[in-house]
């Protein structure tokens, strides 16, 4: 079964000591998926394919200990947010603190009582739980299930530096709804919030990269976020999108240019740089749409120098 179709919460352990890996294994095993590494560098590379929901992580390692690793962890941007519990023999306050310091949430000595252990897992997995929902529920936009414009915002910052960092492209696109008006004035408030809802879902589905983005921007406006994409790619996908939301014959009788739901879009393509303001290349894309809505809607404009 894969991690999103279990509904259990994972553990990952980090220890070199397979008798350790094999008992707090046992004991974590009837509440939770666990995953177990050797080594701080197979634990690494764990957690961020598997991001499980909490890391056991001990301290005295060979090559690379726990408290090196911990740092690793909180750098790095899909492991930051992990929660983790050390698990360790160096049971003195000085440790204790350093451990706490660099971010753990908890602190366990060895040797632990299996109770206590699992006390604390389930303590830390429940605020794990909430957390996440907190999260979602502050960046998802309720009427479309797709994020919203306080995650976009965020989202367009983080992409925005590891594109200036890598020196890759980034491609910026604002679509929104034909003839919205006339859909919302005909049938009715409550079908155009159906149709909000399809059009979001059609064009989440059809972004193919893991780091494809896509956020409600306001009303009928959508943004979508393409990183490591440059003008071509970016282009075909977009026609992709437009055509394939008519295809899906979303009914429209009161548009003048087509019988069902179309989309306007405009966009760009550039080289991130630290000088730019990213707000700045969104207002081109922007301004293409605007383009796009003059030229006729139901079409793409792209930005060129
Ligand atoms: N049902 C529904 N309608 C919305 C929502 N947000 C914005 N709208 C509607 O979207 C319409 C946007 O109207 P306009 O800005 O004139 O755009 P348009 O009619 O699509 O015109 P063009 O973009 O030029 O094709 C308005 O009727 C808004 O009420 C929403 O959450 N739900």
Redesign the pocket.
């Known amino acids: 079964m894969t991690r999103s179709q279990s509904t259990r919460q994972q553990v990952l352990i980090i220890d070199d000591q397979k008798t350790n890996l094999k008992i707090l294994g046992d004991i974590l095993r009837q509440d939770v998926d666990v995953t177990l590494a050797q080594s701080a560098e197979q634990g690494l590379r764990k957690a961020i394919e598997f991001q499980p929901d909490l890391i056991l992580l001990d301290v005295l390692m060979p090559d690379i200990n726990g408290f090196e690793l911990i740092k690793s962890l909180k750098h790095h941007a899909h492991t930051s947010s992990i929660p983790v519990i050390f698990i360790t023999a160096l049971s003195d306050t000085n440790h204790e603190e350093q451990g706490l310091r660099l971010g753990a949430c908890d602190y366990i000595y060895k040797p632990f009582h299996a109770t206590i252990v699992q006390a604390r897992v389930r303590l830390h997995l429940q605020l794990s739980r909430q957390r996440k929902l907190l999260e979602q529920l502050a960046h998802i936009d309720p ?1 479309t299930g797709i994020a919203n414009r306080r995650k976009y915002d965020q989202v367009l910052e983080q992409l925005w530096r590891s594109a200036t960092r890598q020196h890759s492209h980034l491609s910026l696109v604002m679509l ?10 005909h049938y ?6 159906k ?2 809802h399809q059009v979001a879902t059609h064009l989440k589905q059809t972004l193919r990269r893991p780091n494809d983005f896509i956020a409600r921007y ?3 406006e959508f943004v979508i976020l393409l990183p490591d994409s440059d003008e071509e790619g970016s282009r075909q996908l977009i026609e992709h999108c437009l055509s394939s939301i008519e295809q899906l014959q979303l009914e429209h009788g009161y548009s003048p240019i087509s019988d069902y739901i179309t989309l ?1 879009a405009g966009g760009i393509s550039c080289a991130a740089t630290q000088d730019e303001d990213p707000n700045d290349v969104l207002k081109r894309a922007d301004d293409m749409l605007y383009k796009a ?1 003059q030229s006729g ?1 139901n079409q793409l404009m792209w930005y060129t120098d």
């Open positions: 009427l929104d709804i034909d003839h919205f008006k006339e859909f919302n004035d009715g408030h409550a079908a155009g919030d149709v909000l306001g009303g009928e306007s809505k809607k």
